[in-house]
């Protein structure tokens, strides 16, 4: 699992048990817990369960679960890359910053270093991100770290009880 630096000295790294206080403001949104595997009732054992999972994922191959660590060492939200459609030539991503870090551009720059980093590095030719319609911010934060939206994929995904249409934005080796 590498660590990353982003522009303006944004750190990427893996996850580590002093993490926990995220996971535990990352529960007490609203959204998060309902499109991750952030638990919604955040116990100190749930906490721990969630790290060790992203330790588990990275240690299977089964993707990069960086956490998002501003400048000033404080963490701050997550950027997974998920490698379950590699053997297709392609990837997708998810983030999430927890709200008391939101609106400084930060989910921008986590994004766009990791998407760097997987069709640089690991030569991965397509990336893919999958956002629901109303979420604008999550569609702006795509669109700055250069996604292209391809479609709506309706029904798409289970979102807590029901299915959800989702936008499926891409990213190409070709398009940096």
Do not use: H
């Not at 002093?18 to 009732?41: G, K, M, Q, W």
């Not at 927890?98 to 766009?112: D, K, Q």
């Not at 998407?115 to 030569?123: I, K, M, S």
Request: glycine share 10%; charged share 25%; proline share 6%.
């Amino acid at each position: 699992m590498p660590e990353l630096i982003a522009d303006d000295g944004l750190a990427l790294r893996p996850w580590r048990l002093a993490d926990l206080p995220l996971v535990r403001e990352a529960s007490e949104d609203a959204y998060i817990p309902l499109i991750t595997t952030v638990p919604a009732a955040c116990s100190e054992p749930a906490a721990v369960a969630f790290v060790e999972r992203q330790w588990g994922r990275a240690t299977t191959g089964a993707g990069y679960p960086f956490v998002v660590v501003t400048p000033g060492g404080r963490p701050v939200g997550m950027v997974g890359l998920w490698l379950k459609d590699l053997d297709q030539g392609r990837a997708s991503l998810g983030y999430w910053v927890v709200e008391s870090a939101r609106g400084r551009g930060t989910a921008v720059r986590a994004l766009r270093t990791v998407a760097g980093w997987a069709l640089g590095e690991l030569r991965i030719p397509r990336l893919e991100l999958y956002i629901e319609p109303w979420n604008t911010a999550s569609v702006r934060t795509a669109e700055r770290a250069g996604f292209r939206r391809e479609g709506l994929l309706r029904g798409w995904q289970q979102v807590g009880s029901e299915r959800r249409d989702m936008f499926m934005y891409a990213l190409l080796s070709g398009d940096r």
